[in-house]
């Protein structure tokens, strides 16, 4: 895939970049070891300034940064606003948290033999992210305010398709302050990932993106003995039982379907109905799909932009066209409209069987999955019957449902009568090929950290546990 920035709303070639030779990506990787050793010995109130003037540049240069990814990959410019505001506030989050992140924790010394005993989480170096270009600031900035703050340093590869955000990342850092090297962008193709990920100085990985390519990341760090965060496909169900606030339901189905163009792993793609609720929610959940504006992602009365590239919106016609002609029924959408621009419209499809690519395959853009199900059991055993698990919404007012899908749906999120969303307060992340490890919270902080055990006997002197948060 050539790095270039391609307007999806046009088709148009507006600006391509080589690849950086293999020397450059030495000297990045160099200089990305060498802001380590100096990151790690800064303090984490210095760190700390640096992220919070980061967050200040994000919000003083908000409307031209989400003018690029708009233009970069499509969605729409009120969402993009919203993206560098969320990373503004990210920001803010761990930069005052982090001291309390990263101080030593206290273990019972006795129980150990020991006169003190603590863990102390200290940072490991540079690690390679290899991010998406679906929230190509967010994703990204996820993983590095963490990372920065525990004292580590980040070198990018991002999705060929947003060249320009990825530099104006390595930017941002710059100009808050870090130490030169301490966030590299590296404009490369994924075949430079081997190459990166197996030298010794770079010391982990984590990577948000396709199935295929955690594998292949994964396959790569296990060779080279690396840890890896991998935050992979998903395909959430919304199941709504008959206590539901229905009009509610297919308003928020309509949202978490449809947000970031389709275009989000933790986007709800199954709505699983009971049958009580069935026709009356598809019939809601139609009619809010149908009334969406899709158009130029720049209008402020657009909902709905073009799909990021020509084959992300040829694959979910493919799946679409795999489940007519297999016997579902579309409600509404299915075609995509003629003319420049990747679009394609909001469709719901039901009378879906195991059989359709549909049925298990993530679809990335705006078209639903609706399934009927005659009872609590039924609804779970559609919910997890794929092979992913990142996100998942249950929708009902009883509270024993509610307790049950908190434990039944096998996903790394459950929300009840709500859509799934990332806050930096709360862990990220998925099970089975959804993925492992957590981005945000303490825990995204503390997987790129070397979680050491410190144990104290007799006739030590006084350094310990409590205070310490480099
Ligand atoms: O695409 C997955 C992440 C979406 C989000 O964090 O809101």
């Not at 100096?38 to 031209?64: C, K, M, S």
């Not at 309390?100 to 200290?122: G, I, S």
């Not at 197996?198 to 994964?218: K, Q, Y």
């Not at 690519?357 to 609706?370: I, N, S, T």
Request: glycine residues 8%; hydrophobic residues 40%; aromatic residues 8%.
């Amino acid at each position: 895939m050539p790095i270039a920035t391609t307007n999806p709303a046009t088709g148009q070639v507006l600006k391509t970049y080589d690849a950086m030779p293999d020397e450059e990506i030495d000297a990045a990787i160099e200089r990305a070891d060498l802001a380590y050793r100096q990151l790690r010995g800064t303090t984490v109130d210095q760190r700390g300034r640096w992220l919070t003037a980061a967050a200040d540049l994000l919000e003083a240069d908000r409307d031209a940064t989400a003018r690029l990814m708009t233009t970069e990959m499509g969605k729409t410019y009120a969402a993009a606003k919203a993206e560098v505001t969320k990373c503004a506030t990210a920001c803010r989050f761990y930069a005052a948290n982090a001291a309390a992140f990263l101080a030593d924790e206290p273990a019972d010394a006795p129980a150990v033999k020991a006169t003190r005993a603590f863990v102390r989480y200290q940072p490991i170096g540079p690690v390679l992210a290899v991010m998406p270009w679906n929230f190509p600031l967010w994703q990204v900035l996820r993983f590095a305010a963490p990372a920065l703050m525990a004292g580590n340093t980040g070198l990018l590869k991002h999705a060929s398709n947003v060249p320009q955000t990825a530099l104006l990342l390595e930017d941002l850092f710059r100009r808050a302050g870090f130490p030169e090297g301490a966030f590299t962008t590296l404009l490369v193709g994924s075949d430079a990932v081997d190459r990166i990920l197996s030298d010794p100085r770079v010391r982990a990985a984590t990577l948000t993106g396709s199935e295929r390519a955690g594998r292949s990341i994964a396959q790569i760090a296990g060779r080279e003995l690396k840890k890896t965060v991998l935050e992979l496909g998903g395909s959430d169900p919304f199941v709504v039982m008959p206590s539901a606030d229905l009009d509610r339901a297919a308003e928020v189905a309509t949202t978490a379907r449809c947000q970031n163009n389709g275009q989000s792993c933790i986007a709800a793609k199954r709505f699983i109905v009971h049958t009580d609720v069935f026709d009356a929610f598809a019939e809601r959940f139609a009619a809010n799909m149908s009334a969406l504006r899709v158009g130029d992602p720049m209008n402020d009365d657009t909902d709905v932009g073009p799909l990021a590239s020509e084959g992300g919106r040829d694959e979910i016609h493919a799946q679409v066209r795999d489940a007519v002609d297999r016997g579902a029924t579309v409600l509404c959408g299915g075609e995509p409209p003629a003319g420049p621009g990747w679009y394609y419209p909001p469709t719901v499809v039901t009378d879906l069987t195991p059989q359709m690519r549909m049925w298990g395959e993530e679809v990335f853009g705006p078209v639903a999955g609706l399934y009927r199900v005659s009872s609590y059991d039924e609804a779970i055993e559609v919910a997890n019957g794929t092979n992913f698990g990142l996100g998942s919404n249950a929708w009902t007012r009883d509270p024993d449902e509610q307790e049950r899908f908190a434990t039944d749906l096998d996903a790394g999120n459950v929300f009840v009568n709500g859509m799934t969303t990332s806050f930096p307060e709360l862990p990220f992340g998925g099970v089975k090929n959804s993925g492992y490890g957590r981005e945000l919270s303490a825990l995204g902080m503390r997987e790129f950290c070397n979680t050491k055990t410190v144990w104290v006997g007799e006739g030590a002197a006084s350094a310990g546990a409590g205070a310490h948060a480099e």
